[in-house]
């Protein structure tokens, strides 16, 4: 069965530096999302991006965050100048149309030191 | 909130009894979704729901939807020791098919 790869499982970063979370959605959905999940709170929607560009952001996702879709096969998150409070994991979620429910990624640990 | 909320937020039952597992919403919906985690790991697709459904089916799994209420329930039935997770309805709203929104969960615990 098709899968949602998320690269690295787990990223330790000091305060202040910069991460790029990767994932490689499956290949012929058209949608594609970041969620967060701070440990033990419900799972946030962060960014959907359709058709090469940002379809709907959250409040959360202001201008530390950015997505891209470099090359037609990976989808990646960017966190500049990360704080404590971006601890979370991360999961990325591709779907065919939101008509037949998304598929996640295993996630990314992302830990702020 | 436009927000599914989930009910029970917790629920432990004997292995082999049936679960259900509610979700109530605010906005008129596209369709309803119900995931299951694992302590940790990401989050599985279990059965989607349109609007202009009433129930579905899928294995041990039963979904209801009440548009009218702003409800859907989930039935697992039979369970089993890896049934133990956290489950999440999440809502697709109407005109508005760019994101799900999750609820926050019910825990469920399968005692054996």
């Known amino acids: 069965e098709p899968e949602v790869t998320q690269t690295p499982s787990h990223q330790v970063t000091q305060m202040g530096q910069e991460v790029i979370l990767r994932c490689v959605p499956i290949?012929?959905?058209?949608?594609f999302y970041w969620y967060r999940q701070i440990l033990g709170q419900k799972v946030e929607f962060l960014v959907s991006?359709?058709?090469?560009?940002?379809?709907?952001k959250s409040e959360i996702f202001d201008d530390q965050f950015s997505v891209e879709r470099p090359d037609g096969s990976n989808f990646t998150l960017k966190i500049r100048s990360t704080k404590l409070e971006d601890s979370a994991m991360y999961f990325c979620?591709?779907?065919?149309?939101?008509?037949?429910?998304?598929?996640f990624g295993s996630g990314t640990r992302l830990t702020v030191v | 909130s436009q927000q599914g909320e989930e009910d029970p937020q917790a629920l432990s039952i004997q292995e082999g009894e049936n679960a259900t597992m509610n979700c109530s919403y605010k906005?008129?919906?596209?369709?309803l979704q119900w995931y299951r985690q694992n302590s940790g790991r990401g989050l599985v697709h279990l059965i989607l729901?349109?609007?202009?459904?009433r129930e579905k089916h899928s294995g041990r799994l039963r979904v209801t939807l009440d548009t009218s209420k702003k409800s859907s329930s989930l039935l697992i039935t039979a369970s089993r020791a890896a049934d133990t997770a956290s489950y999440f309805c999440?809502?697709?709203?109407?005109?508005?098919?760019?994101?799900?929104?999750f609820g926050k969960g019910t825990r469920l615990h399968i005692l054996p």
């Open positions: 906005t008129s919906i596209n369709n």
């Open positions: 729901i349109r609007s202009n459904e």
């Open positions: 999440a809502t697709v709203f109407m005109n508005r098919d760019d994101k799900i929104i």
């Open positions: 991006f359709y058709n090469n560009e940002i379809s709907e």
């Open positions: 979620a591709s779907s065919h149309t939101s008509d037949y429910g998304y598929t």
């Open positions: 290949s012929n959905h058209l949608y």
